[in-house]
T-cell receptor, first 114, second 115 residues
Framework: EAQVTQNPRYLITVTGKKLTVTCSQNMNHEYMSWYRQDPGLGLRQIYYSMNVEVTDKGDVPEGYKVSRKEKRNFPLILESPSPNQTSLYFC?????????????FGPGTRLTVL | AQKVTQAQTEISVVEKEDVTLDCVYETRDTTYYLFWYKQPPSGELVFLIRRNSFDEQNEISGRYSWNFQKSTSSFNFTITASQVVDSAVYFCALIENQAGTALIFGKGTTLSVSS
């Protein structure tokens, strides 16, 4: 089954404790991205990657890192989480960048930083 | 700059009522796609429709219909005979040809359908 998976689905952590949210897709997609969703703000892009070893900042990259060492994986790293990073996170992938390709979303990761 | 506005923050209806969710967008690009996503209480994003800027035909899918009007930069979504299962947050989104690296989402409309 074609899908985007994220782990963990739920995470409660404390300020400053490094964490990684994994994202994996099995569709051989080149393009992957991370969004965060906050009440009243909709979804905003954090980082995106157009292919292996090619990543770039989205609209709200502060406090986050990403890596793309393999095509299928695009982990989101919070080196020193803070309470303002409490949010619902979505990973997405598509065949390539641009409007012609449907973006497939993962199930979401709900992160709480105390 | 691209922008998507969903002016209705919350809508409450009673089952079987029709409801329209508004979406107004801004873009300088002539080529773009518009989307609607549904987010039920379980949290996942469910893709509903994608429409490109060159296709202004309205679309109907069961109880759902979409009205795309380039003249008013709107892409409104109507649910006919609403049901309790339609209760969710609905997002309208835009992606442009030139930028094409991110979906630009509206802030969402929370629809509550009571029985």
């Amino acid at each position: 089954e074609a899908q985007v998976t994220q782990n963990p689905r739920y995470l409660i952590t404390v300020t400053g404790k490094k964490l990684t949210v994994t994202c994996s897709q099995n569709m051989n997609h080149e393009y992957m991205s991370w969004y965060r969703q906050d009440p009243g703000l909709g979804l905003r892009q954090i980082y995106y990657s157009m292919n292996v070893e090619v990543t770039d900042k989205g609209d709200v990259p502060e406090g986050y890192k990403v890596s793309r060492k393999e095509k299928r994986n695009f982990p989101l790293i919070l080196e020193s989480p803070s309470p303002n990073q409490t949010s619902l996170y979505f990973c997405a992938s598509s065949l390539s960048r641009g409007l012609y390709n449907e973006q497939f979303f993962g199930p979401g990761t709900r992160l709480t930083v105390l | 700059a691209q922008k998507v506005t969903q002016a209705q923050t919350e809508i409450s209806v009673v089952e079987k009522e029709d409801v329209t969710l508004d979406c107004v967008y801004e873009t300088r690009d002539t080529t773009y796609y518009l989307f609607w996503y549904k987010q039920p209480p379980s949290g996942e994003l469910v893709f509903l429709i994608r429409r490109n800027s060159f296709d202004e035909q309205n679309e109907i899918s069961g109880r759902y219909s979409w009205n795309f009007q380039k003249s008013t930069s709107s892409f409104n979504f109507t649910i006919t005979a609403s049901q309790v299962v339609d209760s969710a947050v609905y997002f309208c989104a835009l992606i442009e040809n030139q930028a094409g690296t991110a979906l630009i989402f509206g802030k969402g409309t929370t629809l509550s359908v009571s029985s």
